[in-house]
């Protein structure tokens, strides 16, 4: 099992024939990803050829010519696609999740960084509304290890298993997942470290308690907002798996915006501090460093939960 993304989702990728599009599309087919289309009203008709041998044992997909659409619409008519990676520009982003969103894809991973927030906010709304969940923006995507990749996050530094990951951050997500790579992960989600995201640490809590494959759950958050406040109370009414938290930016300067746009803080408010308080009195542990983070889930894990 896994959430959102498993070996039957069938990929679009919006941007595929641009520079970042054409690397990551390869990286995804390596994978194993059913990469089935790019979109690009430009170059529509065309193929793309991608000569990409299995990097991995096991998978699916069928690497090669990947045919271009000139909308998603098309592209899922023809194809079945439920899921669309959108690698296009900041101006672009907007229009071309609307078009997702309008088309009724199920998942629309949206990798691009420094959208507008009123972009932002116009079409998570409206892709809510619509039924399609986004991912993202300004995430690494989300991968099931051994199924399918849809975003940039690596492929090779785990394998399928038992725990479930949501993070704010990708560098973050990267590294838990090489920490715990000998036990694995069934689903790592990138959300997205923006003040307006599509899907919060509270959706995937909720699709991780659901999934029977999922033991235990890693949450990252950082400064800024509520987030992870708002995650604690819905952990303690709704999660009865055991949750291991890790909160980025102890040391960062009060009142400073710190890498991702939604990282601010305000006095006490959006502070670590008050995150790993409202993480741990409902019961999450949480580590003081990535690496302590990862020996948590393990003791955990070897106490059976």
């Known amino acids: 099992m896994a959430i959102y993304l498993t070996k039957e989702s069938k990929v679009l990728v919006q941007g595929m024939t641009g520079a970042e599009g054409m690397k990551h599309t390869r990286r995804m087919l390596a ?3 059913d990469v089935v289309g790019g ?3 430009r170059k529509a008709g065309q193929t793309v050829d991608f000569d990409v041998p299995r990097s991995l044992e096991g998978l699916g997909g069928a690497p090669g010519a990947v045919p271009v659409f000139g909308t998603v619409a098309e592209g899922m008519a023809a194809t079945g696609a439920d899921v669309t990676v959108v690698f296009v520009p900041p101006a672009f982003a907007r229009a071309a999740v609307l078009e997702a969103a309008d088309a ?6 949206v990798i691009t960084e420094g959208i507008p927030v009123h972009d932002s906010v116009a079409f998570t709304s409206y892709a809510r509304r619509n039924g399609t969940r986004i991912i993202g923006p300004n995430c ?8 399918s990749n849809a975003g940039i996050i690596p492929a090779d530094i785990t394998k399928p298993g038992r725990i479930g ?6 560098t973050l997500t990267y590294q838990l997942m090489y920490e715990l790579r000998d036990i694995g992960f069934s689903t790592c989600v990138g959300i997205g470290g923006d003040p307006v995201v599509g899907t919060n640490h509270i959706d995937c809590l909720a699709a991780f308690q ?8 890693v949450l990252i958050g950082e400064i800024g907002g509520d987030a992870e406040e708002r995650a604690a109370a819905y952990i303690r009414e709704h999660v009865t798996k055991p949750v291991v938290g890790y909160i980025a930016g102890f040391t960062a300067p ?3 915006t710190m890498g991702h746009a939604g990282a601010i803080v305000s006095g006490a408010a959006g502070t670590a501090r008050a995150k790993q308080e409202a993480l741990e009195a409902v019961g999450v542990r949480v580590g003081s460093t990535p690496t302590e983070t990862a020996r948590l889930v393990l003791e955990l894990l070897e106490a059976g939960g």
């Open 165 to 170: 990951l949501v993070s704010k951050s990708g």
């Open 39 to 41: 979109v690009n009203p």
């Open 104 to 109: 009724g894809i199920g998942l629309a991973v």
């Open 31 to 33: 994978a194993g990803t």
């Open 140 to 147: 690494p995507g989300l991968i099931t290890p051994g199924q």
């Open 210 to 217: 659901d999934d029977p494959d999922t033991e235990l759950v």
């Open 254 to 256: 009060e009142g400073r």
